[in-house]
């Protein structure tokens, strides 16, 4: 079986994320994107490790899109995986997510230039059944029957950013709905000193050189 093809199964994208469509574009591989339901932007990493807080939220939100019958039952029926994912940046020993507003993204831009972080994006997969053919289970509802979960890492070293760079980027808006408030493609593309090490997708969020290989073998 060869993602994207024919053959392959629907994969239920459980995310508002544009650059994970993108991505998954890229890699062939068919799917619906529907948003989660559940707004991650305010939530709070506490003292997990960062593997674990990535791939509990990825978990999160592809459950979240079960329950909240986020996807259509014909659609849940047709499709192998519901696909939910979550990226996040580390500085040290602080965990960055998405910006909160135009402050929040300036403090995490300084923080991250001239500097070396990583980006971790977990991915969970699930693949839901109909809950009635469990005993007792109520009419009409689903349930997680198996769940798959996977974790990459990759390093990111950005070079010192000019306070122009900076006040251009954050009155462009463009930093908004992305984790570590940049997405690398993009600021590869507008001349930013960026070099990094491991799969670009996983540093734009989706593991693309992992996940479409695990799909093919899943089946």
């Not at 506490?46 to 899109?65: Q, R, S």
């Not at 760079?165 to 593309?189: D, F, H, M, P, V």
């Amino acid at each position: 079986m060869t993602p994207g093809s024919a053959s392959a199964p629907l994969v239920l994208l459980a995310s508002r994320s544009p650059r994970r469509r993108e991505l998954l574009d890229a890699a062939g591989v068919a799917y619906i994107a529907r948003h989660p339901g559940i707004d991650d932007t305010m939530l709070q990493a506490g003292v997990a490790p960062p593997e674990h807080y990535a791939a509990g939220l990825a978990y999160l939100k592809a459950d979240a899109a079960i329950r909240h019958n986020v996807f259509a039952a014909q659609e849940i029926a047709r499709a192998a995986w519901v696909l939910g994912a979550d990226t996040a940046v580390v500085k040290g020993s602080l965990l960055i997510g998405t910006p909160r507003d135009e402050a929040d993204a300036e403090r995490i831009i300084r923080l991250l230039s001239d500097g070396v972080h990583d980006v971790v994006t977990g991915v969970a997969l699930v693949r839901p059944v109909a809950a009635s053919a469990h005993v007792g289970a109520s009419s009409g509802e689903t349930a997680p029957a198996r769940r798959v979960l996977l974790v990459d890492r990759a390093r990111v070293q950005v070079g010192a950013l000019s306070e122009t760079q900076i006040r251009e980027y954050l009155a462009s808006g463009l930093w908004q709905g992305k984790a570590g408030a940049y997405n690398l493609a993009e600021r590869l593309k507008a001349g930013w000193p960026i070099e990094y090490q491991g799969d670009p997708g996983t540093i734009m969020g989706l593991p693309t050189r992992k996940l479409v290989p695990l799909l093919s073998r899943l089946g």
